[in-house]
Each structure stands twice: as C-alpha cells, then as structure tokens.
C-alpha cells in the first residue's frame, strides 16, 4: 500500500534538504579564514614567549652592592636603613669543655641563653655586664666556685666566667677590636693559659668594639659538657698568634689552707707563672697592628674543707 499525500510530500521536501547540505569542500572554504586566524595569533604568541627569556628576581645585595648567599640560620636581612641586621658571614668559633652536672652549668646555660642573639652595630662597643646583667639568685643563678681573693669559694654565678672566656676566644681569632679584657688571678685548666676574660657584676668587665662596617652577631650553642660561640659579621684582618712558654714560676708554697662550711672549695695547690699571647693583624697580607696579652696567675694554695 502507498502512502498518502502527506507522507509523499514530507519524502520530497527530505530529499530536497539532503541536496541542499553542504559538502566538505564547501565547509572548508567556509572555516578556513577562522581556523588560520587562531593559528597565526597562536604562533606569534608562542615565538614571543620563547625569543624573550624571563627575568631573573633580584637577587639580596651586600653593602657594596655585591650579590650575597643565602643568610646564616637565624640571621635576618634588611635594607639597613633603620640600623639592623645586614647580611653577613661567619667570622669566627670557639668551643670550651667542662665537667657535666656540676653547678656551675646551670649558670653558663643562664648566661649562654641571654648571649646568643645579642647584635653589636658597627662602631657600638660590647659590654658582657650590660649583656648579661647580674647574676643573683632570683634571676636563677646557683653558687659554684668562683675565684675570690687567693682561692676558690662558692659563689652565686660561679663558672659565668666560662661564657666570658670563651666569647674572648671567639672576638680574639675574629681580629675585632678587644677594649677591655682581664685574665683571672690565678690559672684555670678550663680556659687556655694566657686566653681568658674573669668578670664579675657590676665591676670586672670584658668590653669589645665592632670596628668592622657590618653589625656582629653573637650566637651562642651549649650542650651539657661544652660551650660554642659563633661570631657572624665582616671579617677584616686575617689573624695570627703566638704563645710563649710559661715563666717567672712561683712556688705554691707548703702552707695548707683550710676551710669549713657550703662556701668552702677544696683546691690541689700550684704554682704560679706567667705567661705572653701575641695577636698580629694582617690586612691584604700586610702587618697594620699587634698587640700582647700579658698574663700573671698566682700561687694557689692547697685547701681542705672539713
């Protein structure tokens, strides 16, 4: 059976359509003006990025002007105009031991914490008293022996002279400028023989001047047998030093000196002798300064504490 009238027409008309679609020529000459226009603002885009390189951040700059590495840990850059830290390296170290669990470690921990972080700014001189203040027993100091007068007795904040000795040990290989620095009365087997700075609050005091165009920093590490002090900062002269042998002995004498009660410290005895450090600074290899440490420690007598 046929179909109707209708069904014939809309058969027709489909046809008709079908002849009207276009072909993949014609779809081509009707895209192609679009298709190469994306194509050509594509590739001038993608030459640009590649023939232009990117530009490098800037990198931190030194007070001359020169590129710097990476800060030490701790250390903080600015741009200096306010006064504080500008970026600087390691100047010098020095490490001293001592005998873990006695007293005198609780007070060079105190000290070692109020130390590490001090920054001395160009010219400004460094005062271990102003630093660290005084040393009582509300601020958590313990008595330990200290030096006083011709033997060794306990003392609130006996042994700080530990952190004292070994910041000079590390301002003396640094070739920084040492103001004001007195060794001990008599000798110390913690501390090197002629190398040391005694104080005591508020009088004795080891002072130091940054002479160097950059601030200093102080950091200070401690465990419970040793004791390190860092210096960050500009280094200026290239340091050297001599030691003379001991001299000028002294007997200690035969005498025995005794002493009752907590204060009283029990002591070997030796001998006195005396002893010269040289520190020459060399700058660009040439000789602009020399200075001597002269030290004289005293007989110690024997003690016994009953």
Same mark, same amino acid.
């Given at each position: 059976?046929?179909?109707t009238r209708p069904d014939r027409r809309r058969r027709r008309q489909g046809r008709r359509?079908?002849?009207?679609?276009?072909?993949?020529?014609?779809?081509? @000459?009707?895209?192609?003006?679009?298709?190469?226009?994306?194509?050509?603002?594509?590739?001038?885009?993608?030459?640009?990025?590649?023939?232009?390189?990117?530009?490098?951040?800037?990198?931190?700059?030194?007070?001359?002007?020169?590129?710097?590495?990476?800060?030490?840990?701790?250390?903080?850059?600015?741009?200096?105009?306010?006064?504080?830290?500008?970026?600087?390296?390691?100047?010098?170290?020095?490490?001293?031991?001592?005998?873990?669990?006695?007293?005198?470690?609780?007070?060079?921990?105190?000290?070692? &914490?109020?130390?590490?972080?001090?920054?001395?700014?160009?010219?400004?001189?460094?005062?271990?008293?102003?630093?660290?203040?005084?040393?009582? @027993?509300?601020?958590?100091?313990?008595?330990?022996?200290?030096?006083?007068?011709? &033997?060794?007795?306990?003392?609130?904040?006996?042994?700080?002279?530990?952190?004292?000795?070994?910041?000079?040990?590390?301002?003396? /290989?640094?070739?920084?400028?040492?103001?004001?620095?007195?060794?001990?009365?008599?000798?110390?087997?913690?501390?090197?023989?002629?190398?040391?700075?005694?104080?005591?609050?508020?009088?004795?005091?080891?002072?130091?001047?940054?002479?160097?165009?950059?601030?200093? /920093?102080?950091?200070?590490?401690?465990?419970?047998?040793?004791?390190?002090?860092?210096?960050?900062?500009?280094?200026?002269?290239?340091?050297?030093?001599?030691? %003379?042998?001991?001299?000028?002995?002294?007997?200690?004498?035969?005498?025995?000196?005794?002493?009752?009660?907590? %204060?009283?410290?029990?002591?070997?005895? &030796?001998?006195?002798?005396?002893?010269?450090?040289?520190?020459?600074?060399?700058?660009?290899? &040439?000789?602009?300064?020399?200075?001597?440490?002269?030290?004289?420690?005293?007989?110690?007598?024997?003690?016994?504490?009953?």
């Amino acid at each position: 059976m046929t179909g109707t009238r209708p069904d014939r027409r809309r058969r027709r008309q489909g046809r008709r359509d079908r002849g009207r679609e276009p072909g993949l020529r014609e779809c081509a @000459r009707r895209w192609w003006p679009f298709v190469a226009g994306t194509m050509a603002a594509t590739g001038l885009l993608l030459g640009a990025y590649f023939w232009f390189p990117p530009v490098p951040a800037p990198s931190p700059l030194s007070a001359g002007g020169e590129p710097v590495g990476p800060l030490p840990d701790g250390m903080e850059g600015t741009d200096g105009t306010d006064g504080a830290e500008r970026p600087g390296g390691p100047m010098s170290s020095y490490t001293t031991r001592f005998t873990p669990g006695e007293p005198r470690v609780r007070n060079i921990e105190l000290a070692a &914490r109020i130390l590490d972080g001090q920054v001395v700014q160009p010219g400004a001189t460094f005062s271990f008293n102003d630093a660290v203040g005084p040393r009582t @027993r509300s601020r958590g100091y313990v008595p330990a022996p200290a030096i006083v007068g011709p &033997r060794l007795v306990a003392d609130v904040g006996g042994g700080i002279c530990q952190v004292s000795t070994t910041l000079f040990n590390a301002v003396f /290989r640094a070739g920084l400028d040492i103001r004001r620095a007195r060794a001990h009365s008599m000798y110390m087997s913690e501390y090197p023989e002629g190398l040391e700075a005694a104080v005591s609050y508020p009088d004795l005091d080891f002072t130091w001047r940054n002479d160097t165009r950059l601030p200093v /920093r102080v950091q200070v590490a401690h465990t419970g047998s040793s004791l390190t002090v860092s210096l960050w900062g500009e280094r200026r002269y290239e340091v050297r030093s001599a030691v %003379s042998q001991p001299y000028a002995f002294a007997s200690q004498g035969t005498g025995v000196l005794r002493g009752r009660g907590r %204060s009283c410290v029990p002591a070997p005895g &030796r001998p006195g002798f005396e002893i010269d450090v040289w520190r020459t600074l060399l700058l660009d290899g &040439r000789e602009v300064g020399r200075e001597r440490f002269h030290t004289e420690y005293r007989p110690q007598a024997k003690v016994e504490c009953r």
